[in-house]
């Protein structure tokens, strides 16, 4: 499958969230500058990450045409993040995109960076963030409490796939909980956490441009195949 729908929303397996009755484009963790900040540290990581991830994001704008981009939170990876190669590329594509209205839920990564620079014309909210019947947060919420659905970050989850000869893939997913969904990290240059479907967890794996769906249960009823 290429889309899956969850309350109204579209999740794509281009690690994002689209609504499509408010033009509203979900993401979260893209974490620009992260290269840039471990280069700063003395680490040999690649350059060009902030460039591929803004030209995959330009690559959904074009093709959905959003009115708002919603962030997740973490937009930005680091104080160091904000050094003049990364902002200079930062500043152009948000030239490109003056028209678009962005929203940044600040996570933990943007309350160590620092509020991006006013330029940047983005507008930064605090957790939990009410829009339109949403609750948007960048940390998950670890309790069943009754409410809106929400969208959330930080925890980068992913998941293994077993296949034959005891092959496995480690790949990006989004979890389902109750009234939660967890997206996974839009950047490239990330790490994650491994989720697991369970009784009343159900994951959609990202493998390439398509989805594989584990419907929460799966694993108790495999268990009990045993």
């Not at 995109?97 to 929203?103: G, I, K, N």
């Not at 989805?211 to 694993?219: K, L, Q, R, S, Y």
Request: charged fraction near 20%; aromatic fraction near 6%.
């Amino acid at each position: 499958m290429k889309s899956f729908a969850w309350n109204g929303l579209t999740l794509l397996p281009q690690r994002a969230v689209w609504r499509e009755d408010t033009r509203v484009l979900f993401v979260a963790d893209v974490h620009l500058g992260k290269a840039a900040a471990f280069r700063a540290a003395g680490l040999p990581v690649p350059a060009g990450t902030t460039r591929e991830n803004l030209a995959r994001l330009d690559a959904l704008i074009e093709a959905l045409q959003p009115r708002r981009l919603v962030v997740l939170g973490d937009l930005f990876h680091a104080r160091a993040a904000y050094r003049e190669a990364t902002l200079r590329e930062v500043a152009a594509w948000r030239g490109r995109r003056a028209h678009l209205a962005v929203t940044l839920v600040a996570g933990n990564h943007d309350a160590s960076a620092g509020a991006p620079p006013a330029s940047l014309g983005l507008e930064l909210v605090d957790e939990p963030f009410a829009l339109d019947g949403l609750e948007l947060r960048h940390l998950p919420r670890d309790d069943d409490a009754e409410g809106p659905p929400i969208l959330a970050g930080h925890l980068h989850p992913a998941a293994r796939l077993s296949g034959p000869a005891h092959d496995s893939l480690r790949l990006p997913c989004f979890v389902m909980r109750g009234r939660q969904l967890i997206l996974p990290a839009f950047g490239e240059f990330t790490g994650g956490s491994l989720a697991a479907a369970d009784a009343v967890t159900a994951l959609c794996l990202v493998a390439g441009d398509r989805f594989v769906h584990v419907p929460a249960g799966t694993m108790r009823r495999a268990l009990a195949r045993r």
